[in-house]
Every structure is written in C-alpha cells, then in structure tokens.
C-alpha cells in the first residue's frame, strides 16, 4: 500500500467500508463473505490493493479506462482547467471553450447525419436525455404517442429509473418496481455457435427479424419512437450479433419509421478495434450516446449525439416547448470536457483503436488455443478488446450463484484474482469476459491469456462437480 494511503491499515479500511458504503451493483452477501478490494494505485493496465497485491486489470474500471492507469497528462490537463476556472455551468444558455471544442472534435468522427451533442455525466443519463429527447422530438411532430422504446434482453442501458426500465435483465426492475409499459422487449441476439454453414446463422437472423416485426405491429408503429441497443452487448457477457443482423433490424425500422439509438457507452472510443461499434455494420444511428472511454473513465462525463432531422424538428419547434427542460449542473463540465480532449489525443497519438483490434485478435486466438479442448469452456468470441468466455454450469448452478462453494462461475473470478488477474462476471450468459485497457501490450495480453488459463484450470480442478 502506498505511504499517502496509510492513515489506515488494510484490515481497517475494509471494516470501515463494510460498516459505511452501499456499494454499487455488488452481491451483499459476497461482499459481506469476502470484503471488499479496497483498490490503492495503478499504472498502465496493473492496480494495486491495500494489501500489496498486484493484478493485471482484464476490467478496466468497468471498461472505462482505456488509456490505462496512472496516467499523469490527465491529471495535469485536470489541473490547468482547475486552476482556470473548476466550474461555471452550461445551462441557462452558458457555455465554455473546452464543451465547445470538445463537440466540435466529437462530431468530427461522427456520421453526417449527426450534427449536435449534449453532454451529461454517466452513460445512464446520456441514455435517459436521448429518450427525452426523443419524446419532444415526437410531441414536435403532433405524435406524443409515439414513444415506446424496443430493447433487447439482456441488454444493458444504465439504472436511473427509466435506463433501469430499458435494460433487459429482470433484476434490474423486479425489486425496484419499475414500470416497463413504455418498452417492448425483443430476444438478445445471442448466436454463440461457430458453424461454418452461413445459413444456419441468416436463418438464426431472419428469425429475430420475425419477431421484431410481430412486436412492430402488434404494439403499432405509431406507439414507437425507436430502437434502443448497443453493437456488442457487453453486461451481457459479450455477445456479439450474428452477421447482418443489425443491417436488417434497421431496413425494418426504416420501413415502420422508427429511429435507432446506439448505445456506445462501453463500445465507443475505440474497444471493439473501431472507433465507435456501429462501424462493424451498416447501421446508421440517429442517437449515439457515449461515456466510458470518452474521459478513459478519469472524469465522469457522456454525450448525446443526436441527427440533424431531430435537431431539426426541436429547433424548429423551440417556440411551442419554450425551454428545453432538461440537463444537470455538470453538463459540459469543463474539466471533464478537457480530460476528453486529451483522451481524444492521446487515443489518436498511440494508435489504440488499431492496438485494441490487434491485441484482441492475439487474445481471441490465444484463449482458443489453449482452451477451445476444455469441456467446461464452452464459446469464445470476442471484438476488438471484448471478449467473453462461456463456462458450462447446469440450471441448478444458475440458481445458486450466490453460493461461492457450489458454482464453477464464481469460483473462476476468485481463482483469476489468485492467479493475479481481474475478469468479470456475467451470469445471463454464463460467461466470464474482459475489456482490458486499450494500451495494453503484446507481452501484456499473453501474461492475461496466462493468468486466466491458470485461474479457469484451477477452478475446475478444485470443484467437485459429482
Ligand atoms: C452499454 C452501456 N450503457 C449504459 C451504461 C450505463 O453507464 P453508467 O454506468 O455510466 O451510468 C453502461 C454501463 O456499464 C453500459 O455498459
């Protein structure tokens, strides 16, 4: 543990989290059992806890630093717009340079059709503006019926209340009794098989086309504003769609005029190999929201990207709304806004959209290599710098998640984290996955293929699975 950290030993900061934090999206009963990882410093893609270990982050902080860790530029640019002013707001028809440079840059790597931004601070309000947004789009239009949104199962959108209502697990509504009457849900495209026969996966497509299309008209699409997801859905376990599938969700849209809203919170800014997901596909967004890899997660800051017809339709229509009642204190925050700028550069300057294609090819093969002959490992699939691995537990297993002692999933996170190594967790698809940072090196992502190997053969010898 770092000396400016030692006001408190090890064993007393994690006394004092348990008795004080509610901690975010964790298993209370796990962290009661195990405590938590009282993080102490990192450097490149290593953190360090509080008590000395050192482990390679095959996380990233959630996916979100994808320059790594311990990066001083950020923190000199944090400190130069500090000392420049900290903060003034953007609302009430205020701005500042950074915001204004920032939008400029963003939409520069956008799609044409693309022509304003709005900033907020986490993925899930980047999410909750773009629905707003989209609602005064329609009532624009004389259709304030028009605003059910369709999202698929086991997708991943935020947790506000409405990003809870649009993400796809039940968790994330059932306790909290979340209304859903304003979304349509349509199946994960989930495809994790490797046939070489192309049309058992177009067949596989053409029937989740089937379905969006029953729901389209069963619900009408005069009730729909559009259709929410992300390119690769990563809380998902990382699923990636089968081939074409995004291009024919859309043709289908277009027919029911109903618009498309990229979710590239955790996809953006270079993690699949590109610089946005989208780009995989033929698709063309009419809303791009973004967060994460914008600031490398160093600044809590997102963005709406929205097309120049919306913009054109509020914008014509200010008169009849008066204000545009939306945004919070931090928007376009100007520390944040230059945190991204420097990201921005820095993501430019060392070549990390192509690195993270590279080094996640060097990944996907590594761990098939190595694994694609182990019969608890079931798919392997990755883009760019996601890549999740299926681990075969049977239905009661499922059940007993929370039961360290009797799930094989589990128990691979906690032998990785031996093994020096943090991976993550997703139940829906059984599946461990990673979205290390985008710098990481070639030696790097073979000492990852490593450690996992280590952890999921570790976990598997220890569990009795008779
Ligand atoms: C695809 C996607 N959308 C939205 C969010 C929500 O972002 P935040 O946690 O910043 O609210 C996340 C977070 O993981 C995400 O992965």
Not at 217 to 238: R, W
Not at 373 to 378: I, M
Request: proline content about 3%; some cysteine.
């Amino acid at each position: 543990m770092r000396a400016s950290s030692m006001v408190y030993t090890s064993t007393q900061l994690k006394a004092l989290d348990i008795e004080s934090i509610l901690h975010p999206m964790s298993s209370i009963g796990l962290l009661n059992h195990f405590g938590p990882q009282v993080m102490t410093g990192g450097k490149g893609v290593f953190v360090e806890d509080s008590d000395g270990n050192q482990f390679l982050s095959a996380d990233a902080g959630l996916g979100a630093t994808t320059l790594g860790f311990g990066r001083q530029e950020l923190g000199e640019v944090m400190l130069e717009a500090c000392k420049n002013m900290g903060f003034y707001q953007t609302s009430v028809d205020s701005s500042n340079p950074t915001q204004i440079l920032l939008a400029q840059k963003l939409l520069n790597y956008m799609p044409d059709n693309i022509t304003k931004v709005f900033f907020a601070s986490s993925g899930s309000e980047a999410n909750e503006t773009a629905i707003k947004i989209l609602r005064l789009y329609n009532v624009g239009q004389g259709k304030p019926q028009k605003k059910q949104i369709i999202t698929q199962d086991f997708s991943y959108h935020g947790s506000t209340m409405f990003t809870s209502a649009l993400t796809g697990m039940e968790g994330f509504q059932n306790d909290f009794v979340i209304d859903r009457q304003d979304i349509i849900s349509v199946p994960c495209p989930v495809f994790f098989s490797e046939t070489s026969d192309a049309s058992i996966e177009e067949a596989f497509v053409n029937k989740l086309i089937e379905i969006l299309r029953y729901r389209i008209e069963e619900v009408g699409a005069d009730n729909i504003a559009a259709f929410m997801a992300e390119p690769v859905l990563g809380c998902a376990g990382i699923v990636i769609p089968p081939k074409g599938y995004y291009d024919k969700v859309q043709a289908l849209l277009k027919e029911y005029d109903i618009l498309f809203v990229c979710d590239e919170v955790l996809c953006g800014y270079g993690r699949t190999g590109k610089m946005f997901g989208y780009q995989h596909t033929q698709l063309q967004p009419d809303i791009i929201t973004s967060a994460k890899g914008l600031t490398s997660g160093y600044f809590p800051l997102s963005c709406v990207a929205i097309s120049q017809d919306i913009w054109q339709v509020l914008s014509v229509q200010h008169n009849n709304f008066g204000v545009f009642s939306h945004g919070f204190t931090s928007c376009g925050h100007p520390v944040g806004a230059a945190v991204a700028l420097k990201t921005l550069e820095i993501l430019e300057e060392e070549n990390l959209v192509e690195n993270a294609r590279l080094r996640g090819e060097q990944l996907l093969t590594g761990l098939k290599e190595e694994l694609n002959d182990n019969p608890y490992v079931g798919s392997i699939r990755g883009q760019g710098l996601m890549v999740g691995i299926e681990i075969k537990v049977d239905q009661q297993e499922i059940k007993d998640f929370n039961d360290f002692e009797k799930n094989l999933l589990s128990q691979t996170e906690r032998a990785c984290l031996d093994a020096g190594l943090l991976v993550r967790t997703a139940r829906l698809s059984n599946s461990n996955f990673m979205v290390p940072p985008l710098t990481i090196s070639s030696a790097e992502t073979e000492l990852l293929i490593s450690r996992y190997v280590k952890g999921v053969e570790t976990a598997i010898k220890n569990y009795d699975r008779i």
